[in-house]
């Protein structure tokens, strides 16, 4: 997509991190902007602030995994701006542990928002984009899906977080191919972060009451929150740099987005697992220190 002045931009999880940098960066360009979060006074501060940078905005408060509120968010930005040219679908929790302790609660959340959130913006968005170029031979469309480098690689301790997001890789993989087999006016990406400072770690504050268990956490649920607030918080590249990756790669038409491509490392380790039909190698071969703190916790009594 070459122009972004005067376009529309749907983004989801706009209230923080990713969605907010983006919403700023969308603003900055000229564009109207289509904030989408499920937290009403995080959403109320986000709006307040795009809209004084002078962008047409629509906030919109929805929960993601359920299809009748995107439907709705949908509609709203068809009738308030007429089809969007980038979806950015961002919305995303986290939840950790030992993947046999996740609960179905646990399960249900984090592929309600991670998957099913993704899958409602694409079934829904994509078709009033593909009306659009239809109609305006000058339409551009872009789809900006976030997974996450734990999409293509299985950290322990991160299961039902790391089968969310490699299901959003595929599912982005799929839609840029589909693209391709019917227009060359939209086309998608995939965004794979590593640990970037945002509100991700507090995922719980967004949690609704029918998806909290009556039981306190486990252990390797408490050391997993314990890890991931330490990896998350001491990364060194920010939400903003993450943000303007995304508008860089909508404007070259780059699938893949990485905040670390140093980190392809292990990715490449995995896929040479795959094909040498090896076993998965140790992900802490090149800090076996924390693996061994990692293990000596886990197998500790009580
Ligand atoms: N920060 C990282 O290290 C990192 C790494 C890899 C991937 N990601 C992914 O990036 C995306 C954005 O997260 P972030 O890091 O900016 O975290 P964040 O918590 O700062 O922002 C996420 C936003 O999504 C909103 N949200 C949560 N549940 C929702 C729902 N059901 N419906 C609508 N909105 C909802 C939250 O209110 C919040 O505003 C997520 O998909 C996350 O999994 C983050």
């Known amino acids: 997509m070459k122009t972004f002045k005067g376009r529309t931009a749907v983004i989801t999880g706009a209230a923080s991190g990713f969605g907010l940098e983006a919403s700023r960066i969308a603003a900055r360009e000229g564009m109207n902007v289509v904030l989408a979060d499920v937290q009403q006074d995080a959403l109320d501060r986000a709006a307040a602030e795009i809209a004084a940078l002078g962008a047409a905005v629509l906030p919109f408060r929805l929960d993601v995994s359920k299809a009748a509120e995107v439907e709705a968010l949908s509609a709203a930005t068809a009738a308030r701006f007429g089809a969007p040219h980038l979806v950015f679908n961002n919305a995303g929790v986290g939840a950790g542990g030992l993947i046999w302790e996740a609960t179905v609660k646990d399960w249900e959340w984090v592929l309600g928002v991670n998957v099913m959130g993704v899958v409602h913006g694409v079934r829904l968005f994509t078709p009033l984009m593909l009306a659009a170029a239809k109609n305006d031979a000058g339409y551009e469309g872009h789809i900006v899906n976030t997974a996450s480098m734990a999409g293509l690689l299985s950290p322990p301790t991160m299961g039902v977080y790391n089968v969310s997001k490699h299901a959003v890789v595929t599912l982005s993989e799929t839609l840029y191919q589909d693209l391709q087999l019917v227009t060359d006016q939209i086309s998608a990406s995939v965004l794979c972060p590593y640990f970037v400072p945002t509100g991700i770690v507090q995922s719980q504050r967004n949690r609704p009451a029918e998806m909290v268990d009556d039981k306190p956490p486990t252990k390797s649920q408490i050391i997993q929150q314990a890890m ?51 076993n998965p190698s140790d992900p802490f071969a090149q800090r076996p220190e924390v693996g061994a703190e990692l293990r000596a916790a886990l197998r500790a009594a009580g």
């Open 228 to 278: 991931s607030e330490k990896a998350v918080g001491s990364g060194k590249v920010s939400a903003a740099q993450v943000a303007q990756f995304v508008f860089d790669a909508v404007a070259a038409r780059r699938f893949y987005i990485y905040s670390h491509p140093n980190a392809l490392g292990n990715v490449q380790t995995r896929m040479e697992d795959i094909l040498q039909s090896r």
